[in-house]
C-alpha cells in the first residue's frame, strides 16, 4: 500500500489520499480565499465527509456529488437534506453521535463538536443536525481525529482513550471555533502527539496561528501545513 498524505485546501477543508488509494475530501470549501488554485478543478472523490452545516464547510457538497458522485459521510439530518437537494442516496449512510460506517475499509466513527449547525440562504437558517468530528481509521491502521469545527471539551479524553487517535487535525483560528491555548488542552486530554492545525488564517477574524499552538504544546509535533501543500502521514 502507498502512504496516506494530508493536503490543506484553506480554512477547514483538505484533502486524504488513503493508504489504499481512496480520495476523501473532508468540509472542502471552494470558495473560500485561501483555496490552491493547484487543486482546481477536482479531479476525483471518492468519499466526501462533512461535519456539519455552515455553508463554509457545506457550500460546495452538491456540486462535489454531481461532478464525481462520492459516497456521503455526515449526520442523518445533513445527508438527508443533500439527499433532499440532488444527492440521491447520502442518506443510506446518514449516522449519529458514537456510531462507526465502514466505507470502501475505511472506518467513520462520528464524535461529538461544540458548535452550531445550520445553512443558511436567503429563505432563513435550515436546521442540520448538531455538528460533530470524525475518528477516521484507514487501511492502514492509520487514526485522523477530525475535529470539525469545535471548542475544546472534557469528553476529548475519552475520544482519546476509545481511539487513540495519531493525529489530530483541530481548528485554532479563534472567535468561531478554538484557538490555540484551547487546542493545546485538546491535545492533552486527547494525548496525541501530531497535530494539524487549520480553519485559520482565513479573514483576519481568525487570528489563532500554529506558533502559538507551538508555544502552548511543548512535546506535540505541530505540522506547519501551508494551503496546497501535501505532507506524508
Known amino acids: 500500500m502507498v502512504s496516506v498524505t494530508f493536503t490543506w485546501l484553506g480554512h477547514g477543508g483538505y484533502r486524504i489520499d488513503s493508504a489504499g488509494g481512496k480520495r476523501i475530501y473532508v468540509d472542502p470549501w471552494l470558495e473560500n480565499p485561501k483555496f490552491p488554485e ?5 479531479e476525483r472523490a471518492d468519499i466526501l465527509a462533512i461535519t456539519h452545516g455552515h455553508g463554509d464547510h457545506v457550500a460546495n457538497a452538491l456540486q462535489l456529488y454531481r461532478e464525481h458522485s ?21 442518506s443510506a449512510l ?3 453521535k458514537g456510531g462507526t460506517v465502514e466505507v470502501d475499509g475505511i472506518a467513520f466513527t462520528m464524535t461529538d463538536a461544540l458548535h452550531s449547525s445550520g445553512f443558511q440562504d436567503e429563505s432563513g437558517i435550515t436546521y442540520l443536525g448538531e455538528a460533530a468530528g470524525f475518528v477516521i481509521e484507514l487501511e492502514n491502521g492509520l487514526k485522523l481525529y477530525a475535529a470539525g469545527d469545535t471548542a475544546v471539551f472534557g469528553d476529548m479524553q475519552l475520544i482519546g482513550r476509545l481511539y487513540s487517535p495519531d493525529v ?3 481548528p485554532i483560528g479563534d472567535h468561531f471555533t478554538m484557538g490555540p491555548k484551547q487546542a493545546a488542552l485538546a491535545l492533552e486530554l486527547l494525548g496525541t502527539k501530531r497535530c494539524i ?7 483576519g477574524l481568525l487570528t489563532g496561528t500554529p506558533d502559538v499552538l507551538r508555544e ?12 496546497g501543500q501535501t505532507i506524508e502521514l
Open 70 to 90: 462520492p459516497k456521503v459521510v455526515a449526520i442523518f439530518e445533513l445527508a438527508s437534506w443533500l439527499e433532499s437537494r440532488g444527492a440521491e442516496g447520502a
Open 216 to 227: 502552548q504544546a511543548p512535546g506535540v509535533d505541530v505540522l506547519d501545513v501551508e494551503p
Open 197 to 203: 492545525p487549520v480553519h485559520w488564517g482565513t479573514f
Open 38 to 42: 493547484s487543486e482546481k478543478p477536482i
Open 168 to 170: 489530530a487535525i483541530l
Open 94 to 96: 446518514g449516522m449519529n
